[in-house]
T-cell receptor, first 112, second 111 residues
Framework: DAGVIQSPRHEVTEMGQEVTLRCKPI?????LFWYRQTMMRGLELLIY????????DSGMPEDRFSAKMPNASFSTLKIQPSEPRDSAVYFC??????????FGPGTRLTVL | EDQVTQSPEALRLQEGESSSLNCSYT??????LFWYRQDPGKGPEFLFT???AGEEKEKERLKATLTKKESFLHITAPKPEDSATYLC????????????FGQGTTLQVKP
């Protein structure tokens, strides 16, 4: 059974460029979460969707960040323009309802 | 404000040397407390969920316990393959969509 799938696994870009991270949740799950992990701040929730609808985006750091979930099997997190302080590992997780969240392998983003 | 604090930040053990990791939490109403394991370069892997004080769960050499203020992850006779970062997270009754994570405890078990 496939777990959460994220792409790309690694992304290196230059400051000012647009970055798009992708996530495919586990089939049948109806909640999807985007997290960011850094050494300084640990694992922090950016935004989560329930039934494709954004429920809480209070963790999105600023307007440069946006997330969409056009259907139950796909979500994107976009950063435009990117900045060096956005360098982190971004995780996607999914679940059914409010049950245990299952995490993907993450995307390591480096902004030069 | 809901908060999770894990201690110690890092722990080094010899193979076979049992110990415990602590997770202290402050939450307006606890729906669940979660333990995850994270290996370098990978996503967090689910271990346990605890819902009420007094509850205990076990898996191989790991045992998680819960009180009204904290949770412990007991590691009995650890092996080098238990080396990882262990993350604790709480889920509040009022906002069951969110997990609030602690900073984690990095465990190293030496042979």
């Amino acid at each position: 059974d496939a777990g959460v799938i994220q792409s790309p696994r690694h992304e290196v870009t230059e400051m000012g460029q647009e970055v798009t991270l992708r996530c495919k949740p586990i089939s049948g799950h109806n909640s999807l979460f985007w997290y960011r992990q850094t050494m300084m701040r640990g694992l922090e929730l950016l935004i989560y969707f329930n039934n494709n609808v954004p429920i809480d985006d209070s963790g999105m750091p600023e307007d440069r960040f946006s997330a969409k979930m056009p259907n139950a099997s796909f979500s994107t997190l976009k950063i435009q323009p990117s900045e060096p302080r956005d360098s982190a590992v971004y995780f996607c997780a999914s679940t059914w309802g409010t049950d245990t969240q299952y995490f993907g392998p993450g995307t390591r983003l480096t902004v030069l | 404000e809901d908060q999770v604090t894990q201690s110690p930040e890092a722990l080094r053990l010899q193979e076979g040397e049992s110990s415990s990791l602590n997770c202290s939490y402050t939450v307006s109403g606890l729906r669940g407390l979660f333990w995850y394991r994270q290996d370098p370069g990978k996503g967090p892997e689910f271990l346990f969920t605890l819902y009420s004080a007094g509850e205990e769960k076990e898996k191989e050499r790991l045992k998680a316990t819960l009180t009204k203020k904290e949770s412990f992850l007991h590691i009995t006779a650890p092996k080098p393959e238990d080396s990882a970062t262990y993350l604790c997270a709480v889920q509040a009754v009022q906002d069951t969509g969110k997990l609030i994570f602690g900073q984690g405890t990095t465990l190293q078990v030496k042979p």
